[in-house]
């Protein structure tokens, strides 16, 4: 019996899993046989567009339909049966956006702890020059270091707080990157959309 439950999957370019190299269709449902394996055995994908992205260096970002038996795991889910349903081309461009709003998210509280520590101050700064810069390739090693601080600013302004309140706090900013992404990938439909009716 299909399951009405959608998920999200980060997989390489051409739609392809980075741990096996499986390239997968769109709309087409694919079934392991036996015991599921979590890491191991079954089609993974997680809950929260953050946590998959968190497996496979994101170049597509695709959505999913599962159905059959599964493993649930706290970050990511092991099925039986999935299929893609919807995907997206995910580029540079894409992760340094993310970068700015995950950093600017909990940038108040990593400097309360850290008002000394100008980088992740100095990375959105350098994120926002990429993003602007006609010659990409320039500023390319800025955009490395702007997502790699960002990063490190959510995870250092969590793990400053209690237990209990770290992991509140790294819900809520996954919850709010998530909601970033769905509001991206919209902005990418209607700009294709826009582009198909122009052709």
């Known amino acids: 019996m299909a399951n009405d439950k959608y998920l999200w ?3 390489k370019k051409g739609c392809v899993s980075s741990h096996n190299n499986f390239k997968w269709r769109l709309n087409k449902w694919y079934k392991v046989s036996g015991d599921l394996s979590l890491c191991n055995k079954g089609f993974h994908a997680s809950s929260d567009i953050i946590s ?3 497996y496979v260096d994101c170049e597509v970002l ?3 339909e599962v159905r059959g038996h599964s493993i649930i795991g706290t970050d990511k889910q092991c099925w039986q049966e999935m299929r893609i349903i919807k995907k997206w081309i995910w580029k540079k461009e894409d992760s340094v956006r993310l970068a700015i709003f995950s950093a600017n998210l909990v940038l108040n509280n990593f400097e309360k702890e850290f008002p000394n520590d100008k980088r992740p101050r100095q990375a959105i700064k350098a994120a926002r020059f990429y993003l602007k810069a006609k010659d990409k390739k320039q500023a390319a090693s800025a955009a490395s270091a702007a997502r790699s601080a960002a990063w490190s600013a959510a995870e250092s302004a969590a ?3 209690r237990s209990a309140a770290r992991s509140a706090a790294w819900s809520e900013v996954k919850a709010k990157c998530h909601n970033f ?4 990938l919209s902005k990418k439909e209607t ?3 826009e582009t198909a009716k122009r052709t």
């Not at 992404?181 to 991206?184: D, F, P, S, V």
């Open 9 to 11: 999957k980060s997989l």
């Open 52 to 54: 998959a992205m968190k």
């Open 62 to 64: 695709a959505k999913v």
């Open 159 to 161: 793990e400053s707080a």
């Open 181 to 184: 992404i769905i509001k991206l």
């Open 191 to 193: 700009n294709k959309n």
